[in-house]
């Protein structure tokens, strides 16, 4: 694309003269953009003097900023000056954006003026101001390169009536203050220093630079990410391969000193223009402008975090721990301070487990970690101990030993009840991505107390309903009478848990290979006959079982090899890429996924929506790219796209199409909904 830009270039200027020729002399039809050269007084010796050169484009015509983004091309200036006199860089109103066919251009469609500072030495010399001016008018459908020769008039205006008042109001002010930039794999971070009071409604930067790097440019039709840290600005601009021709002489490239740019937000023509030098930009803040609109309000953040928490107590991995608690106060027959206690044990514990992983999380981020909400899910150890939990609390629902923390006889008290709701929280971690991913997407972005509150929130969630059986004595005495069925109800409640322990299995195997999931499943099982064994008082054989355990652990964890698997699909999928995705959605629609193994809601689109022979159909006659971001292991660079796009986790679904702005579709996914995006597309 750069090297296509180059040629047009070339064109352009050499197709200019002609074309001016035939736009003025030949046919004698003026310019489709009208140009004027206009000088706010009379000069001053040793004083600088602004012109305005006036641009009034024709209706359904447009001209270009100084970097036209993916297409157009900038002006070019030459003056001719008397001697003595210079002329300044060119300041240029606010332009906005343009999308046609999938390319971003910065333009301007109604009348505009770009001011340039003109220095009149004392004593210099006088004469004529001449301007050769060359520009590139547009519209939707065409481009024509065209050209003028201006002479700087000295208009006469009556008080009050000077329209370089209008002209430089609307020229974006510089900031006082110098921003810092740094390039970070496939994005341009720019930190602007910026008062926390001033408001930032659907913000944009304009970038001046085209190039960033030797091999990047910044990729204009992307999705800018913006976050907020008190009086810090920082702005995430994607950035694109760049291609060039074998032995192109703009493969030498010298890393710029300094990036220019306008921060456009609020209504049309807002915006501050910037002078960023390189340095360290640090990440995190409140996000803003993300998606079509800003980020929830926090209120709504906490109400989503406490919905989240509540939905966790159906899950498989948690209902089964729930349930059984609930039944220890029916069976012990708990005074009512008792029932408070275990109530205030259990909500503790899991509001410690909830507020360990949520600060860990933080942490990790804050050391430039690269992770995302469910980031331990992506870690074979911690997977392989949660299939082991999974398995023992399986066999403790079957009665082949008692768990202290999930005795049924209730005479643990407030200990056996923190360690459950530690318990409940951990084992929960299968079944939060999903949620958390919807819910609290925003915590990963926030301050981390706001953050913390938002974790803090979901684990009350979770612990709610064990809470309210405490303190709420019309609640307990709902609970059925204790009897031989609670027995057979806990044997019930091993049905659930056992799915969720073959599930984690099969995600062992996805993590790690065959080998590596049947050796976690026999240490788990060689830990259960340990414990059984321990319990008929078989010391010896429980001795062997843990030994036997401990052997086949390590076993696993040296046979651990990542699996050269793909997923299976109807559809014919590219793997994500940031270049892929810029090459293909340039040409045609593309409809972009993240997916994770252990993501349930995920899985559920896929085998619903996604994975139909209608929608695969569709896509086809429509020309439609799927492409597939799998999020199952830790990939930095689906993580930062993710983040970009305002989302700590999977899923994630996206629409692009060359002739609008990119989609993001909701989480929940339907094959009618599919079909109709690729009938309604012109690829």
């Known amino acids: 694309m750069a090297f296509y830009r180059y040629l047009l270039l070339v064109l352009a200027v050499a197709l200019a003269p002609a074309a001016a020729a035939q736009a003025q002399g030949v046919s004698g039809r003026a310019n489709n953009i009208a140009a004027d050269l206009v000088a706010e007084h009379q000069p001053v010796p040793g004083e600088t003097l602004m012109a305005a050169l006036v641009f009034r484009p024709a209706p359904g015509w447009h001209g270009y900023w100084s970097n036209p983004g993916d297409a157009g091309l900038g002006m070019r200036l030459d003056w001719q000056l008397p001697t003595g006199w210079q002329a300044g860089e060119p300041l240029y109103p606010v332009p906005h954006r343009l999308l046609i066919a999938g390319l971003m251009n910065h333009v301007y469609e109604g009348d505009y003026a770009v001011l340039v500072p003109l220095t009149v030495p004392a004593g210099g010399g006088a004469g004529p101001v001449t301007l050769a001016a060359q520009w590139l008018a547009c519209t939707d459908k065409v481009c024509v390169p065209e050209q003028a020769s201006l002479t700087l008039r000295f208009p006469d205006v009556a008080p009050g009536q000077n329209p370089f008042d209008t002209w430089r109001a609307a020229l974006p002010p510089l900031i006082d203050r110098t921003a810092t930039f740094e390039v970070e794999g496939d994005l341009l971070r720019i930190a602007i220093p910026l008062p926390a009071s001033m408001e930032l409604a659907d913000p944009h930067l304009f970038v001046g630079q085209d190039r960033v790097s030797a091999d990047r440019t910044v990729a204009y039709a992307r999705p800018q990410a913006f976050a907020r840290d008190g009086n810090v600005v920082t702005a995430d601009i994607p950035l694109k391969a760049l291609v060039l021709p074998a032995g192109s002489p703009l493969a030498q490239f010298t890393p710029p000193d300094r990036i220019e740019g306008i921060l456009a937000f609020g209504a049309e023509g807002e915006g501050i223009r910037f002078m960023a030098e390189p340095g360290n930009v640090t990440g995190g803040g409140r996000p803003i402008g993300v998606g079509p609109g800003d980020s929830a309000p926090l209120w709504s953040l906490l109400l989503a975090a406490l919905a989240g928490g509540l939905l966790l107590n159906l899950m498989p991995c948690v209902f089964p721990i729930l349930s059984l608690k609930a039944m220890t106060l029916a069976r012990a027959g708990e005074s009512a301070a008792g029932a408070k206690r275990e109530a205030l044990a259990y909500t503790a514990g899991v509001l410690l487990a909830c507020l360990a992983i949520g600060g860990l999380l933080l942490v990790l981020r804050a050391g430039g970690e690269q992770v995302g909400w469910a980031f331990q899910l992506q870690e074979p150890g911690v997977v392989a101990v949660l299939t082991g939990l999974a398995v023992l609390i399986t066999a403790n629902f079957l009665g082949l030993f008692e768990l202290p923390a999930l005795s049924f006889a209730g005479s643990g008290g407030a200990p056996s009840a923190f360690g459950t709701g530690l318990l409940a929280a951990f084992v929960a971690t299968p079944c939060t991505g999903p949620f958390m991913a919807a819910a609290l997407g925003a915590a990963l972005l926030l301050p981390p107390v706001e953050a913390m509150l938002l974790f803090a929130l979901l684990g009350l969630g979770l612990a709610l309903p064990f809470l309210l059986l405490g303190f709420v004595p019309a609640l307990r005495s709902r609970l059925p009478k204790p009897g031989k069925w609670m027995d057979t109800f806990r044997k019930v409640l091993a049905v659930p848990m056992g799915l969720t322990a073959l599930a984690l299995v099969w995600l062992c195997w996805r993590l790690g290979g065959a080998n590596?999931?049947?050796?976690?499943?026999?240490?788990?099982?060689?830990?259960?006959?340990?414990?059984?064994?321990?319990?008929?008082?078989?010391?010896?054989?429980?001795?062997?079982?843990?030994?036997?355990?401990?052997?086949?652990?390590?076993?696993?964890?040296?046979?651990?090899?990542?699996?050269?698997?793909?997923?299976?699909?109807?559809?014919?999928?590219?793997?994500?890429?940031?270049?892929?995705?810029?090459?293909?959605?340039?040409?045609?629609?593309?409809?972009?996924?993240?997916?994770?193994?252990?993501?349930?809601?995920?899985?559920?689109?896929?085998?619903?929506?996604?994975?139909?022979?209608?929608?695969?159909?569709?896509?086809?006659?429509?020309?439609?790219?799927?492409?597939?971001?799998?999020?199952?292991?830790?990939?930095?660079?689906?993580?930062?796209?993710?983040?970009?796009?305002?989302?700590?986790?999977?899923?994630?679904?996206?629409?692009?199409?060359?002739?609008?702005?990119?989609?993001?579709?909701?989480?929940?996914?339907?094959?009618?909904?599919?079909?109709?995006?690729?009938?309604?597309?012109?690829?």
């Open 516 to 683: 590596f999931a049947l050796l976690v499943l026999g240490a788990a099982l060689a830990l259960i006959s340990a414990a059984w064994s321990r319990r008929k008082g078989l010391r010896a054989s429980a001795f062997g079982g843990l030994v036997a355990s401990g052997l086949l652990a390590v076993s696993a964890y040296q046979s651990f090899e990542r699996p050269a698997t793909e997923a299976q699909s109807v559809h014919d999928t590219v793997a994500f890429s940031e270049a892929a995705l810029a090459r293909e959605a340039a040409q045609k629609p593309v409809f972009l996924y993240f997916t994770a193994d252990w993501c349930l809601t995920c899985k559920v689109n896929e085998s619903v929506a996604i994975e139909r022979d209608e929608v695969r159909d569709a896509f086809r006659d429509a020309g439609v790219v799927v492409m597939r971001g799998d999020w199952t292991v830790r990939d930095e660079a689906i993580t930062r796209f993710l983040t970009s796009h305002g989302a700590a986790g999977v899923p994630l679904y996206l629409w692009y199409d060359p002739n609008r702005e990119p989609q993001q579709l909701p989480q929940v996914l339907t094959p009618d909904m599919l079909v109709e995006l690729a009938e309604g597309s012109e690829g």
